[in-house]
């Protein structure tokens, strides 16, 4: 071996090695894994390919600028990927670690792949800023690319440790973002800039820590228990998606639904008051173990996941009558509304089945937006060109009915159940909202009790499904047992439809 072969070896090894060894015990204690381990567990034995090993092996204490990048594969598909090395600088970023990230997402962006992120990082370097911040490819960029990228290829961020100030944004710009919880944490300001700030004393996991993003702010979409739980969600959710927009959505072999199982038929109580699990009709009509929740801990009220159809990948859109009754707040609003974007960038078609009373009413909800955070969803339902089916299993009211993709929405199909009822409002509302001065104008308790059920039952013959399957403004009314069987076709046929967005630029939608 050469002098200059040596010399490469030497440098090699030491970037591989990434920082000092007291560093390497801090993140084990921690219980983290090195970034390179964590490589080795994401991706196909043998697959990797890295670029910029020797970025900055001339200063000492700067193996790899702190990020190793690169191109792999899982389950022999190729990606690209961008890991931070806690074990240097803490991760943080350096002029050379911002030059390897705009590389990696440029070959992304060429290559047509995921493009997955781990990061581990204390955020921009301060004493190197001059070099960071402020010319056009500088650690801006990064975001912008993210931007770009959105829609074209999937991008998932596995959140091992924290993600501070700027940084915050690379996780809240993926199509997924999948935290440890114990350790993964992102504020755009750490606890003491907030005291120095606002008086305020936190600490970073209140503020920011994975829990709290993946049941309080939304930004978390999976919380995981340590780093290989991590990379094992971030691997399943690529086996629902394309490598790209245009891509081909994976499947899976058929499989029926898990044996055992209620039929739907009796899972679905008649009453829209009592209260029945969604997870469990979903359990009877998926293929077994095929459901995959996104935002599972967050906005519970709403389910939002993939799942297969004999085979096919879908995206499920579901009410959850367990819990809050099925209502629809301002942050299912938000959470339904990524999810059908997701859905809608990468082709996959959508099942919506619908038990809701409508959107949440009453001041503190108003004020919080919830007109302005309904108006984002219903937009991205409107946008929506894949193929979308709305079942209404009970109660389909006011608006609630539009956001789960109902007829006004132009949905490909809207099938019922026996139970499905559908209104502008339910009974109770609607005949107190008609005959509220009536009602308060009888004196004895027993006749006004009468009036008001009367009243009701008048009400009650206009939200029959028969008498809406009579008028053809649903277009099929079938039993729970009957349903797989009528999705699989359905989806069969509108595969095969070619659909066209909206020729203009992008709406305009508030949110």
């Known amino acids: 071996m050469s002098e200059r ?88 970023w350096g002029r050379q670690t911002i030059r390897k990230y705009l590389r990696a ?37 990064i975001f912008h690319n993210q931007c770009l990228l959105s829609g074209q290829v999937p991008q998932i961020c596995i959140l091992f440790g924290p993600s501070p100030a700027g940084a915050a944004y690379v996780p809240a710009f993926c199509d997924a973002a999948i935290l440890v919880d114990g350790n993964a944490s992102a504020f755009l300001g750490s606890p003491r800039m907030v005291a120095m700030a606002t008086g305020e004393q936190v600490t970073a996991e209140e503020m920011g820590g994975a829990r709290m993003h993946c049941t309080v702010s939304g930004v978390g979409d999976h919380l995981a228990k340590d780093d290989e739980e991590a990379i094992a969600v971030a691997r399943r959710y ?77 995206g499920v859109v579901a009410n959850q009558p367990k819990h809050k009754g099925g209502v629809i707040t301002s942050d299912s609003s938000d959470k339904g509304a990524q999810f059908v974007q997701l859905c809608n960038a990468y082709g996959l078609p959508l099942l919506f089945l619908v038990d809701t009373p409508g959107f949440m009413v009453g001041a503190q909800v108003e004020r919080g937006g919830i007109i302005r955070h309904g108006a984002k969803y219903l937009s991205s339902i409107a946008a929506c060109t894949v193929p979308r089916i709305c079942v209404v299993v009970r109660k389909a009211y006011g ?75 649903v277009d099929s009314v079938i039993s729970g047992e009957h349903l797989r069987a009528e999705l699989v076709r359905r989806f069969d046929h509108y595969a095969a439809k070619v659909r066209a967005p909206v020729n203009r630029h992008h709406a305009v939608i508030r949110g």
């Open 238 to 314: 690529l086996q629902y998606l394309p490598s790209h927009f245009e891509g081909k959505v994976p499947g899976a072999p058929a499989v029926p639904p898990e044996a055992g199982r209620r039929t739907i038929s009796a899972l679905v109580p008649e009453s829209e008051k009592v209260a029945f699990d969604m997870h469990e009709l979903l359990a009877a009509l998926v293929d077994e173990g095929s459901l995959f929740e996104h935002k599972r801990r967050f906005a519970r009220e709403l389910i939002c996941g993939f799942a297969r159809l004999q085979g096919r990948t879908i």
């Open 5 to 92: 072969e040596q010399e490469l070896a030497q440098r090699a090894q030491a970037a591989q090695a990434g920082g000092a060894a007291r560093y390497h015990e801090s993140i084990a204690r921690q219980g983290k894994l090195p970034v390179r381990r964590r490589l080795e567990l994401l991706l196909d034995d043998g697959s990797f390919v890295e670029d910029g090993l020797l970025a900055r092996t001339m200063d000492e204490g700067l193996a790899a600028d702190a990020v190793v990048t690169g191109m792999g594969r899982i389950e022999g598909r190729t990606v690209c990927v961008i890991a931070n090395d806690p074990t240097v600088k803490a991760g943080a």
């Open 399 to 473: 608006a609630g009915y539009l956001a789960m993709s109902g007829a006004p929405f132009d949905p490909d199909a809207v099938v019922a159940l026996p139970t499905a009822r559908l209104a502008i409002m339910g009974p109770e509302p609607a005949v107190n909202a008609i005959f509220a001065n009536k009602i308060e104008a009888i004196e004895d308790p027993d006749e006004r009790a009468a009036y008001v059920t009367a009243r009701r039952e008048e009400y009650e013959v206009n939200l029959d499904v028969f008498r809406a399957a009579s008028a053809n403004y």
């Open 105 to 141: 997402q440029e070959e992304t962006l060429r290559g047509r792949c995921p493009l997955l992120y781990l990061v581990d990082s204390a955020g921009a370097r301060l004493d190197e800023q001059f070099d960071l911040f402020i010319d056009r490819q500088h650690a801006g960029r």
